[in-house]
């Protein structure tokens, strides 16, 4: 499965890199012992291409019934302001659909938490749902890296056996999922929209052919089954005060020869008032029916006094209203505020896809069977260039 050919000079670079400690030198031979959990850190880092893992019949050697628990990977996010990281709310949703999947299966849900360092956080992630979280801290972990997290992943993955693993379908799960997948050779379904367990197995639910199907994807003979899920299409139960998850300490040696990207400047997808989109309470979209660059400035004026953040469909971004951090849909965000307010927009499927969860969705339409009155609760035939400044100057007068 992972062998050293006669190629090996002998340089010993890949002991160092290895975060536990499976590869020593003998008689100037680079040697793997049982430690081994197939990471792959060796095999990026060997000159001569000498260290080689076959993935497919390590793949095929595994015993599936050893794999075992519901496993959710806790992403952390940046504070604003500075003021240190927390647990990005998708982990929750995700722990929450896990919980489920758990139950069904009769198994354990644990939490994945790579961080520089824990503070606190098992708590949380207790209350939500999670009986056991696997904790690496180390001082590279202080902002995520494909490299260095999914070395970590991998390990933890190889040494416990989940038998299901959820990521958020986020920039940092979108990154960090493919790259785990492809490492440890299973399967991976993207962007799933629902989540269940049939004859013991993980049915992935997503989108296909344009949003028009919905396909079902069952992985029988990999493990773990995997799957990214995007942030607000699951629910957040409400957290168990009290409950407690058990700490397992995952102690990982990182090498920093194996960070191959440096990061020079970070730039927040934030609206000016420093929301993001997929975490704003009210979001005010726009689509082609607002015609101009002007026209779409009254959506900033409601969405400041509304205290949201402006959203908009593909085809205002298409003609430059707005940028694509502030598209909701399938190829955008997916959203779920407390209030979406859709102006000028036809509710294409796959607008719909995008903002479906929200709790009160209110379209203003001059189309009466514009199908996004569809899925609105409440609707305004008219001609948003007469309603929206109407609405903007009724909020003013009220003091908003
Ligand atoms: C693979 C794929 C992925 C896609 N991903 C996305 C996505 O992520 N997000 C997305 O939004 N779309 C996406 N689309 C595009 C989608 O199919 C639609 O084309 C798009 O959503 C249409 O945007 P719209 O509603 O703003 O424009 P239109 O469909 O042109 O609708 C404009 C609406 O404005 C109304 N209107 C016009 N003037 C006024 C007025 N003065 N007052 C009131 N109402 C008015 C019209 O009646 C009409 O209903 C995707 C398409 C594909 C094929």
């Known amino acids: 499965m992972i062998e050293v050919s006669k190629k090996c000079i002998g340089c010993g670079k890949c002991v160092p890199v290895c975060p536990f400690a499976a590869v020593q ?6 040697v793997i012992n049982e430690a081994c959990t197939l990471c792959g850190a060796c095999v990026q880092v060997c000159p001569v291409k000498a260290i080689t893992i ?12 050893s794999y075992k628990g519901v496993w959710v990977y806790v992403e952390l996010m940046d ?7 927390k647990v990005r709310p998708v982990t929750l949703e995700l722990l929450s659909a896990g919980r489920r999947l758990a139950d069904e299966l009769g198994q354990e849900l644990c939490a994945v938490l790579i961080a520089e360092k824990n503070h606190g956080w098992e708590k949380e992630l207790g209350e939500y749902g999670a009986d056991k979280v696997y904790l690496s801290e180390h001082p590279e972990f202080f902002e995520y890296n494909t490299d260095i997290f999914s070395t970590a992943v991998i390990g933890i993955i190889n040494r416990h056996k989940p038998s299901v693993m959820l990521y958020p379908a986020s920039i940092q799960g979108r990154d960090l999922a493919p790259r785990v997948a492809a490492s440890i050779y299973v399967g991976l379904t993207a962007d799933c929209t629902a989540l269940a367990i049939r004859d013991g197995l993980l049915v992935q639910s997503r989108p296909a052919f344009g949003g028009n ?8 003979t990999s493990r773990p089954q995997m799957a990214t899920v995007r942030p607000n299409v699951m629910k957040i139960d409400e957290p168990r005060p009290g409950r407690t998850a058990i700490v397992v300490r995952e102690e990982i040696k990182i090498d920093k020869g194996l960070r191959r990207v440096k990061v020079l400047e970070r730039k927040l997808a934030h609206d000016k008032a420093g929301t993001r989109i997929d975490e704003a309470r009210v979001i005010v979209s726009g689509g082609r029916g607002l015609k101009t660059k002007e026209k779409f400035r009254l959506l900033e004026d409601l969405s400041a006094l509304l205290g949201g953040v402006v959203g908009a469909s593909r085809a205002a971004v298409d003609m430059g209203l707005k940028d694509k951090t ?19 927009i036809s509710g294409a499927v796959q607008h719909i896809v995008g903002m479906k ?18 899925v609105a ?8 260039h007469e309603i929206l400044p109407k609405l903007i100057d009724s909020l003013k007068k009220k003091g908003k």
């Open 25 to 30: 030198m003998v008689d100037r031979l680079a």
């Open 54 to 65: 076959n993935r497919e019949e390590a793949s095929a050697r595994r015993d599936l019934s």
């Open 79 to 85: 504070v604003p302001g500075g003021h240190g990281k």
């Open 213 to 220: 199907i919905m396909a079902d994807i069952l992985s029988p």
């Open 326 to 344: 502030h598209q909701v849909g399938q190829s955008g965000t997916t959203v779920s505020p407390k209030l979406y307010l859709a102006c000028g």
């Open 357 to 374: 969860a929200s709790d009160i969705i209110v379209a203003v339409n001059k189309d009466p069977n514009a199908p996004i009155f569809n």
């Open 377 to 384: 609760g409440h609707g305004v035939v008219g001609d948003v």
